[in-house]
């Protein structure tokens, strides 16, 4: 059985964040669980984490290009490399350039991480997507593939009710999150973080219940943690007391020990800061969406992430009864390894069933 994965999506800065960590996890999962087919990767391999330039795949070279040139291109891939099963690692997102073949000569299998570009109507990138040719025809070339998975039961149903599909039929499928540490600190530090980005990861409101609270608190920090600074560039405009703006590298230590994570944002598909949090036992503040219901169960405190005293009272109860949320947050870890440590078989699973 031959199999190719559609790696291009590192190829636009997904290494280190969001769908390029769920990628990269998910197909060691696969990896790891001793997949007997052949895998071919389609993507520059010097853009995919290097844990995965040793296994035993074959590359095959890929040049970034307009979506339309790769309607063609992929095709004749799949009969080139004689491809059983098709498998693309973004589907429906708003990265013009990774679309579907025109056709497609095997069996496909998509991933679906969200339906931001059809739901999210206060994020103008998805509101400019929606309105091109590009997601219009993605559209149609999804509605033939023969397998979808979604991250969460929450996109199963957003996928369900946009293509007026039986959501019984498409399969879900968690990410593994491994990250442990085996010993946590018995205090932990006067500080909040947050992961920045998009303005729908809501850094300004989060900023703005900081505030209050470090008035009574004023030993407390808050930090966002970034490596693409598109909403933060206004905020260091106007600096807050107690407010940093840092990189990425200090993130697994501030969850090993900071007071907790705040996890505001307006949108999500799944949500990988919190359940990495939960692997580290670390507090958190979380929205009241249902994908986090569905991942974190009870493990966090949920706030309404566009009312700041919700969110402020969040940072009040989580730093001063840490214990309880230190426990909750460790509790939570278990109970989602339950949901996900089988990932890597169930894709072999749905592998020889497409086969």
């Not at 056709?103 to 299998?109: D, E, L, R, V, Y």
């Not at 593939?145 to 369900?160: E, K, L, M, P």
């Not at 499928?173 to 998009?198: A, C, D, N, Q, S």
């Not at 703006?245 to 990988?272: D, P, Q, R, V, W």
């Amino acid at each position: 059985m031959n199999i190719l994965w559609d790696f291009r999506l590192f190829s636009y800065g997904y290494r280190n964040q969001g769908v390029g960590v769920f990628a990269t996890r998910m197909a060691k999962a696969i990896h790891n669980a001793d997949c007997k087919a052949n895998i071919y990767i389609w993507g520059q391999k010097e853009k995919v984490p290097e844990e995965m330039h040793t296994w035993p795949v074959t590359w095959i070279p890929y040049k970034p290009r307009s979506w339309k040139s790769d309607l063609l291109v992929i095709p004749m891939l799949i009969i080139k490399y004689h491809i059983d099963i098709f498998h693309y690692w973004i589907a429906l997102g708003p990265i013009f350039r990774i679309g579907l073949g025109l056709f497609h000569p095997c069996k496909t299998c998509l991933i679906v991480y969200d339906c931001g570009v059809a739901l999210w109507d206060d994020v103008p990138q998805c509101m400019t997507v929606r309105k091109t040719w590009y997601w219009k025809i993605q559209r149609i070339l999804f509605a033939n593939a023969n397998s979808i998975v979604c991250i969460s039961s929450a996109t199963r149903s957003d996928v369900g009710h946009l293509f007026k599909m039986n959501s019984s039929t498409i399969k879900v499928i968690y990410v593994p999150i491994t990250v442990t540490i085996e010993h946590r600190p018995l205090v932990r530090e006067k500080r909040f973080i947050m992961v920045g980005g998009p303005p729908y990861k809501n850094a300004v409101y989060t900023i703005r219940a900081f505030g209050f609270f470090r008035q009574k608190h004023p030993k407390f920090t808050l930090s966002i943690l970034s490596d693409s600074h598109s909403e933060e560039i206004k905020i260091r405009a106007t600096p807050e007391p107690g407010v940093t703006i840092e990189s990425m590298k200090g993130y697994e230590e501030g969850l090993a020990t900071s007071s907790g994570l705040i996890f505001c944002s307006y949108h999500e598909g799944l949500g990988l800061p919190p359940l990495e949090a939960m692997s580290n036992g670390c507090p958190m503040i979380l929205s009241d969406l249902p994908v986090l219901h569905e991942t974190c169960g009870d493990a966090g405190l949920y706030v309404d992430p566009r009312n700041i005293t919700s969110i402020m009272q969040g940072m009040e109860e989580v730093a001063f009864n840490q214990d309880i949320w230190i426990q909750k947050s460790c509790n939570g870890g278990e109970r989602y390894r339950g949901m996900s440590d089988n990932a890597g078989k169930e894709w072999l699973t749905l592998y020889n069933g497409l086969a």
